[in-house]
C-alpha cells in the first residue's frame, strides 16, 4: 500500500480506504465491520469514510463501536465524516427544527451535527469533514466560517465537499484565504470508469491553483464493475435493496454491460479481477488522493485489496485500451 498527501495537505492517506455507505448496520454489524476494519488496518488502509447520514447515524455508531474494540492508537488512523442531510425526519411537521436541520449546510446545523456525530463515533475529534452537498440556500460564506470553527474548537483537524461545483469549492477557498480561516483541502467526487468528467475536467484547474485533494467514491459504480448485474440484478446484491431503486438504470444499463465484458476481457489477460482493475484503474490517476473502497462482505473487501498490486502493472497502453472502452461511456 502507497501512502499519498491529501492535495497540499500534509496529512497522507492510504491509497485505497474503506467506506461504509449502504454497508455498515444495513448490511455489516458491529462484529463484522470490525473484522473488516482490521484486516484493512492489516493491509495497509489508514483512512475510513462515513457519514451522519449512512443510515442515519448508525453506521457511525457501527463504526465507533469497532473503534472502540479494535483499541487503535488514534495516530494510526483517519476517519471522517459528512453533513448536510441532517437526522430529522423528512416533511415531518411534528419535527420543530427540520427547517434547520434537512438539507443544509447552515451554521446551526452544522455546529450541533458535529457534536451529533462525536458521540456516536465516540471519539475526541474526526479527522476530515465534509459538506456533503452544496447548499444553494445558505451563503457559502456562513458554511465556511462554520467548518472553520469546528477545526478551531479541536472537534476537526480538515474540512472539505462533495459533490460541489469547481466554482462553489473555488469561491469556498477564496472566502477562508481571504479571512484567514481555514481552508477546504478536500473534494469527494464520485470517480470510476462510468462517472470520469468531473476529476478531469471541471476540476483540473484546481488541483494546482488550489491543492485540491481528492477522495473518490464508488470505484465500482455500485458493484457495477463487478461484473455480477451482467445477468441481471442478484437477490444479495446492493441492486436489490429496498431505497436504492436509483440505481436500477445504471445497473442495468446494456451499453455498460458490453463494456463491463471488455473490461473483463482486460482484466483476464493481467490476471485479476474487474473489480480489481477498475478500483486500480481510479488509483493510477495521481490526482487521486485516496480511493474510496466498499464492501458488504469480508472477502470482498479481501479480494478488493489485491487492486493494489494491479496499479503498477496499468502501463500507457493499458490505460489507453481501457480510455476507449470507458470515454464514449462516461458520464
Ligand atoms: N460522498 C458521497 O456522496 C459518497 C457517495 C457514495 C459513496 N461514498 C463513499 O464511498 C464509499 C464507496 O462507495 P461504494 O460503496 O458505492 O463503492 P463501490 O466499490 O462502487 O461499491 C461497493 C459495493 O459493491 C459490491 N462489491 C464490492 N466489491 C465486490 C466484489 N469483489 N464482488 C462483488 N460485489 C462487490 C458490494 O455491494 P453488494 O454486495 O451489496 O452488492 C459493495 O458494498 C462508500 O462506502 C462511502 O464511504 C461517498
Redesign the pocket.
Known amino acids: 500500500m502507497q501512502y499519498r498527501r491529501l492535495g497540499r495537505s500534509g496529512l497522507r492517506l492510504s491509497e485505497l480506504s474503506?467506506?461504509?455507505?449502504?454497508?455498515y448496520h444495513n448490511?455489516v454489524d458491529s462484529a463484522a465491520a470490525r473484522e473488516m476494519l482490521a484486516v484493512a488496518m492489516d493491509a495497509g488502509i489508514n483512512f475510513f469514510?462515513?457519514?451522519e447520514a449512512?443510515a442515519a447515524g448508525q453506521s457511525e455508531v457501527v463504526m465507533g463501536e469497532a473503534f472502540k474494540a479494535l483499541k487503535w492508537p488514534r495516530l494510526n488512523f483517519v476517519v471522517?465524516t459528512?453533513f448536510f442531510w441532517g437526522l430529522s425526519p423528512r416533511n415531518d411537521p411534528r419535527s420543530g427544527d427540520a427547517v434547520n436541520r434537512r438539507d443544509t449546510l447552515n451554521r446551526k446545523y452544522l455546529m450541533q451535527a458535529i457534536d451529533g456525530s462525536l458521540v456516536r463515533m465516540q471519539l475526541d475529534f474526526i479527522d476530515l469533514v465534509?459538506c456533503?452537498?452544496p447548499d444553494p440556500l445558505t451563503p457559502i460564506d456562513e458554511t465556511v466560517h462554520a467548518m472553520s470553527d469546528m477545526i478551531t474548537q479541536g472537534k476537526a483537524l480538515y474540512w472539505g465537499t462533495?459533490?460541489w461545483s469547481a466554482a462553489e469549492i473555488r469561491a469556498a477557498w477564496e472566502i477562508a484565504d481571504r479571512h484567514h480561516l481555514h481552508k477546504p483541502v478536500v473534494e469527494?467526487?464520485?470517480y470510476?470508469l462510468f462517472s470520469r468528467k468531473r476529476v478531469e475536467q471541471e476540476y483540473a484547474r484546481l488541483y494546482e491553483d488550489i491543492g485540491l485533494g481528492l477522495?473518490?467514491?464508488?470505484?465500482?459504480?455500485?458493484?457495477?464493475?463487478?461484473g455480477?448485474y451482467r445477468n441481471g440484478i442478484?437477490a444479495?446484491?446492493?441492486?436489490?435493496?429496498e431505497g436504492m431503486g436509483f440505481l436500477t438504470k445504471s445497473l442495468g444499463d446494456a451499453a455498460k454491460g458490453e463494456a463491463v465484458a471488455k473490461f473483463e476481457a482486460i482484466a483476464a489477460d493481467l490476471g485479476c479481477?474487474v473489480?480489481?482493475l477498475?478500483?486500480a484503474w481510479a488509483a493510477k490517476n495521481p490526482r487521486v488522493s485516496s480511493v474510496?473502497?466498499?464492501?458488504?462482505?469480508l472477502?470482498?473487501?479481501q479480494?478488493?485489496l489485491g487492486a493494489v498490486d494491479v496499479i503498477a502493472k496499468l502501463t500507457t497502453e493499458l490505460v489507453a485500451a481501457l480510455d476507449a472502452i470507458s470515454v464514449p461511456l462516461a458520464a
Open positions: 474503506l467506506g461504509s455507505w449502504v454497508t448490511q469514510d462515513n457519514a449512512y471522517s459528512k465534509y456533503h452537498r462533495s459533490e469527494q467526487p464520485q470510476n477522495t473518490t467514491w464508488s470505484p465500482l459504480a455500485s458493484g457495477l464493475l463487478t455480477k442478484p444479495d446484491s446492493r441492486g436489490a435493496m479481477t473489480a480489481q477498475a478500483i474510496i473502497t466498499g464492501a458488504s462482505k472477502s470482498q473487501l479480494s478488493n
